[in-house]
């Protein structure tokens, strides 16, 4: 018989099989509970805790998911602004409102509806954040303005700005409690606005602004 390793010679029954432990949740169902959280308590209040609370676990699953609750955050805001996206597509599809316009009341229903995700994507403090100018995303609406314009590039660009400014403010007092207005008032003053800055950028009313 030849010489074998006795130190390394384990019969199977003696062998330690260390099997992986089989997590409780899926990530998408903690980063959808994390959404709920959020939704009620806003994310200042999405805590370990507060997850699992949710849960109706220990927070034992979440970490063995996720390194740490930074990256739970993190999903959750990409989840948030993938449920804005489905909003936008919505109403720029179903035919409500001409498209562009569409896109704003998709901006302001979201904010009706989902107050506390509207406020993270939107109205969060972004002091450290560092915050670039992302013209490629608005590619669309640029596109639906100068098609309804006739303006260049840049002034479309600009309309789009300004436009935003407006939409912004009603959208963020709406997620703020502070008014509610309904769709027809919204709809008739997105309406008065475009209206205004659409002659503003006009030949005529660039003459009379200079």
């Known amino acids: 018989m030849s010489n074998i390793d006795c130190a390394t010679y384990v019969t199977l029954k003696e062998r330690k099989i260390i099997i992986p432990p089989k997590f409780k949740f899926t990530k998408a169902e903690i980063i959808n509970a994390a959404l709920s959280v959020t939704r009620e308590h806003g994310m200042s209040g999405l805590t370990a805790r507060a997850l699992a609370a949710k849960l109706g676990c220990s927070v034992k699953p979440i970490f063995g998911l996720f390194k740490n609750m930074e990256e739970v955050q993190q999903q959750v805001l990409l989840a948030a602004n993938c449920l804005y996206q489905n909003y936008l597509q919505e109403d720029m599809t179903k035919g409500g409102y001409p498209p562009y316009k ?18 993270l994507l939107f109205m969060r403090d972004r002091t450290h954040e560092e915050i670039g100018e992302n013209r490629e995303e ?73």
């Open 102 to 119: 569409a896109s704003g009341m998709a901006y302001i229903r979201f904010a009706r509806e989902e107050r506390e995700l509207f406020k």
């Open 138 to 210: 608005l590619q669309p609406l640029i596109a639906l303005i100068r098609r309804n314009s006739g303006l260049s590039e840049e002034e479309a660009y600009r309309f789009h700005l300004e436009m935003w400014l407006y939409v912004h403010g009603i959208a963020a007092m709406i997620a703020t409690s502070y008014l509610n207005w309904d769709d027809a008032f919204i709809s008739g003053a997105l309406t008065d606005a475009y209206v205004g800055l659409k002659y503003r950028y006009s030949e005529k009313g660039k003459g009379e602004a200079s």
